[in-house]
Structures are given as structure tokens and as C-alpha cells.
């Protein structure tokens, strides 16, 4: 993921374009590295905050309103693989929970400060219980727990 100063300084230099580098006197811009450590820390503390929105944004984007209960994010766990996968894997674990009971695609959703997830129901030797449904699958059933760590939206959308 590009860095806070990176961005900012992407947007120092936008925002010079669109004003044809001219200050709001009319007199020339100075450069990035002329600014001042405020006036570089505004830019950086402005850019951090359109990241930190584009990045909600887009996981609400990704997600779909549960029901008209009021919830909050909900969706489904993206299916992925490799480096990908252990993103999410660390994701499920720093929120308390283990990845080997976390079924693919599965449902979950963020409200509160509390976050609701599908699980793989096992018996009581730790083995996945097989689903009454008629087809190949295993019983499901949700879990609640403290949401200690926020959905690593930002692995999405780093360049990477």
C-alpha cells in the first residue's frame, strides 16, 4: 500500500496542477520539500483521511445490507488463495476465531463493535458435523465475538 506522505505529496501535486501551481495570492507554489513539516503534516493528515474513506467505501461496496434490522456490514468472506488467504486467515484469528472452522464464502457481519460469522458446527470430537439437507455439505451455524481487529480492506487495495 502507498504511504500516507506518498499520497500526500501525490495530492500536493494534483492540487498544484489544478491551480496552475499558483498560491491562493497568485504568487508560484513552493515545492513538497519546501513546505514545512505543518503545512506537510496537513497534506498527509488530508490524504490519510480520503484513504481511510476509500477504504470504508469500498467495503461497503463489497457488502450487502443484511436485512431491515438496521446491521451493519455484512457480506461474505472473499474466496482467495495464497498470500491473500493468509490475510484473512490472521484477520480470523486476531478476532478469536480459528480459519479451519470458518466455512468458504462464508457469511458474516460487522455491527457494534461485534462480529457474526458463519462456523462449521463439529461434534464432540472436533469433527464437522454432515448437513440434513439433502446434499454434500456440513451444518452451519453463526458465532458472535468482540471485532478486536477491523476487515483488512486496505490488503485489498494496496498495489500489490
Same mark, same amino acid.
Given at each position: 500500500?502507498?504511504?500516507?506522505?506518498?499520497?500526500?505529496?501525490?495530492?500536493?501535486?494534483?492540487?498544484?496542477?489544478?491551480?496552475?501551481?499558483?498560491?491562493?495570492?497568485?504568487?508560484?507554489?513552493?515545492?513538497?520539500?519546501?513546505? !514545512?513539516?505543518?503545512? @506537510?503534516?496537513?497534506? *498527509? =493528515? /488530508?490524504?490519510?483521511? &480520503?484513504? #481511510?474513506?476509500?477504504?470504508?467505501?469500498?467495503?461497503?461496496?463489497?457488502?450487502?445490507?443484511?436485512?431491515?434490522?438496521?446491521?451493519?456490514?455484512?457480506?461474505?468472506?472473499?474466496?482467495?488463495?495464497?498470500?491473500?488467504?493468509?490475510?484473512?486467515?490472521?484477520?480470523?484469528?486476531?478476532? !478469536?476465531?480459528?480459519? @479451519?472452522?470458518?466455512? *468458504? =464464502? /462464508?457469511?458474516?457481519? &460487522?455491527? #457494534?463493535?461485534?462480529?457474526?460469522?458463519?462456523?462449521?458446527?463439529?461434534?464432540?470430537?472436533?469433527?464437522?458435523?454432515?448437513?440434513?439437507?439433502?446434499?454434500?455439505?456440513?451444518?452451519?451455524?453463526?458465532?458472535?465475538?468482540?471485532?478486536?481487529?477491523?476487515?483488512?480492506?486496505?490488503?485489498?487495495?494496496?498495489?500489490?
Amino acid at each position: 500500500m502507498t504511504d500516507s506522505v506518498e499520497l500526500a505529496q501525490v495530492a500536493y501535486q494534483a492540487y498544484g496542477e489544478a491551480v496552475g501551481f499558483k498560491n491562493y495570492l497568485g504568487d508560484p507554489m513552493p515545492t513538497w520539500d519546501d513546505l !514545512g513539516d505543518t503545512i @506537510q503534516q496537513a497534506w *498527509t =493528515g /488530508a490524504a490519510e483521511a &480520503i484513504r #481511510d474513506r476509500l477504504e470504508r467505501d469500498l467495503l461497503q461496496s463489497s457488502i450487502t445490507r443484511m436485512d431491515h434490522s438496521g446491521a451493519a456490514s455484512a457480506g461474505r468472506l472473499p474466496r482467495v488463495c495464497g498470500a491473500a488467504q493468509e490475510v484473512l486467515c490472521d484477520w480470523i484469528r486476531a478476532n !478469536g476465531l480459528d480459519p @479451519q472452522e470458518i466455512p *468458504t =464464502g /462464508a457469511g458474516f457481519e &460487522i455491527h #457494534d463493535g461485534q462480529l457474526t460469522i458463519e462456523v462449521v458446527v463439529l461434534d464432540d470430537d472436533g469433527n464437522s458435523v454432515i448437513a440434513d439437507s439433502g446434499f454434500y455439505g456440513v451444518e452451519r451455524t453463526t458465532r458472535t465475538v468482540p471485532l478486536v481487529e477491523p476487515f483488512p480492506v486496505r490488503h485489498w487495495l494496496s498495489d500489490s
